[in-house]
């Protein structure tokens, strides 16, 4: 037995001897699917507390070899699903398990961690294998040695694989090194049966140090076929709450709220197309959060107990625009769009509020729906931790922003000029000096006044309607169909009226004929000419029409 090669199964006896143990060993059966084929290459992204040092710990006690392992097993659930090839590779390999954070240090540069590493697995394998003649200076070149020799396939099992880009964040050169240290390690290798990674983060994105592209990811975002071994499923949890003696509602309210989405089996595609199959959609709960209320007995926040709120707090403090009053909808119980394509899978990169917000669904702060490709705040438990993170008067401000940007919402449905004119002046006076400038800049603070519309409605700046360009259009989201169609034109120095009969004479309503009926159209207007002596000053008048 050593410390990286084939390592003691003792850390997963542990988690099958404790009190709460949810068998998770049939993900070994989809693993097994893919062991020697191209997509031998896992990487699994999740949050800490969601089980990722677990399952790490059972593909090691299964695949290694350990003559301990097979009564291990020989009673979990892979063997009662699979009776016939449930141990079809059951200790058949040599197995390195490698934690990152065992090797990676703020006070030690990448090379030298890097060095340890290959000394300490090339000194463990030429214990067992003694014969071997080896290069202690090419660990790749060695590890072929090795295989040729034993004919034995290696399974390398990396944890916190991206410890560097968390504990060494602005080590670039440093991540770039180690990059390529793990392509050359895995990729097209014939030593090699599987690589399992894990982390909270998915693969950096390097442009050309896309180095690890032969992975397939299993995120928070896309866990595919892994997905219902994210977390606790609702059947497992309802096994806890029996046992233990909990009310399920009240576990759900806190701990519940995840969605991930599996693979779609082939019979069930056409369905899918149809509108007519979803369930490949999990709800998950966070495990370790369950596991301490089954424990305890009581339902509250373990969340806090593992991560500080700052933690939180310092990601949505950061000066995005946009990002506050993203926060602020999603407290007040909103679903939000985002687009994660641009987030560069680490913890500094960021260009957007977007981006923010796809780092908090990889920790576990929101959850992604894929279907509605919507993120939100999953349950109680998280919510809390949001209170927490926005406790500071900092964001009094914000809250407020997001009471008036409500209201003004309310009575743009409502009709009401004269408040829709009150609100706007209100907003627009809170907003930055230069949005008096033009009528570009009104547009700003237009949209940043109705913001709270991001919940239900899509908006739309300078829509073509082929007889013109409208300067604003929310259009209502398909599961808020019913709301209106809200089309605003604006105008400087001139008057609402002049607005709306833009609107009018180039039949913006027009381009939306299936609204006909349910379309709200505003015409505002103020006077950035004026000086501030003048009692129409930052006055703003607003008509409102139906069509």
């Avoid at 056409?270 to 339902?299: N, T, W």
């Avoid at 008096?436 to 109705?450: D, F, G, K, Q, R």
């Avoid at 002596?533 to 409102?544: L, P």
Wanted: charged content about 30%; some cysteine; glycine content about 4%.
């Amino acid at each position: 037995m050593s410390i990286y090669l084939n390592p003691s199964i003792q850390a997963f006896e542990e988690a099958v001897n404790s009190d709460i143990y949810v068998d998770k060993t049939e993900m070994i059966l989809d693993i097994n699917n893919v062991i020697g084929t191209r997509q031998k290459y896992i990487s699994v992204s999740r949050p800490r507390r969601f089980g990722k040092t677990m399952a790490a710990d059972m593909l090691c006690a299964y695949y290694g070899k350990n003559k301990e392992a097979e009564s291990l097993f020989e009673q979990r659930k892979i063997a009662k699903k699979s009776p016939d090839e449930w141990d079809k590779y059951l200790g058949k390999y040599d197995v390195i398990r490698l934690l990152m954070t065992d090797f990676i240090k703020l006070d030690r540069e990448v090379p030298e961690s890097i060095g340890i590493l290959m000394n300490r697995i090339l000194g463990e394998l030429s214990e067992m294998y003694p014969d071997v003649k080896y290069d202690d200076k090419d660990l790749f070149y060695s590890l072929e040695k090795f295989y040729v020799k034993s004919k034995t396939q290696f399974v390398i099992v990396i944890d916190e694989w991206d410890a560097v880009f968390r504990i060494r964040k602005d080590d670039v050169e440093g991540q770039k090194v180690y990059l390529d240290f793990l392509r050359d390690l895995l990729k097209d290798r014939v030593y090699l049966a599987l690589a399992y990674m894990t982390g909270i983060l998915p693969i950096k994105k390097y442009g050309e140090h896309s180095a690890l592209n032969m992975f397939d990811e299993y995120s928070m975002i896309s866990p595919m076929a892994l997905a219902k071994y994210t977390g606790f499923t609702t059947r497992e949890v309802e096994e806890l709450c029996e046992k233990y003696n909990m009310d399920k509602k009240s576990v759900k309210e806190w701990y519940d709220g995840y969605i991930v989405s599996e693979n779609i089996p082939l019979d069930k595609r056409e369905l899918f197309r149809q509108g007519k199959y979803d369930e490949h959609l999990i709800q998950i709960f966070g495990p370790l959060s369950v596991v301490k209320a089954m424990r305890s007995g009581v339902i509250g926040n373990y969340w806090n107990n593992t991560e500080t709120y700052e933690a939180l707090a310092d990601y949505i403090r950061m000066d995005y625009d946009g990002l506050r009053e993203a926060i602020t909808l999603l407290m007040d119980g909103n679903r939000l769009k985002v687009n994660f394509s641009k987030y560069q899978n680490d913890m500094t990169t960021f260009q957007s509020k977007d981006d923010i917000l796809t780092l908090l669904i990889h920790l576990g702060y929101l959850s992604y729906d894929a279907e509605s490709e919507e993120t939100f705040i999953p349950n109680k438990e998280i919510m809390e931790v949001f209170k927490d993170s926005t406790s500071d008067e900092t964001w009094v401000d914000s809250f407020v922003a997001l009471k008036k940007s409500k209201e003004l919402l309310e009575a743009t449905w409502n009709c009401d000029e004269n408040k829709v004119a009150e609100l706007v002046e209100l907003s627009h006076d809170r907003a930055d000096k230069k949005t008096y400038n033009n009528e570009a800049a009104l547009s700003y603070a237009i949209m940043h006044a109705y913001y709270a519309a991001q919940a239900c409605y899509t908006e739309i700046r300078e829509l073509d309607t082929g007889k013109g360009y409208a300067d604003i259009v929310f259009v209502p989201a398909p599961k808020y169909s019913n709301k209106p169609l809200i089309i605003i034109e604006l105008k400087n120095g001139k008057s609402p009226e002049d607005a709306m009969q833009q609107i009018i004479d180039r039949d913006y309503a027009g381009r939306f004929a299936h609204y006909k009926g349910n379309i709200i159209a505003l015409g505002i207007n103020y006077d950035g000419s004026l000086k501030s002596t003048d009692k129409n000053y930052k006055k703003h008048s607003c008509v409102i029409r139906k069509f």
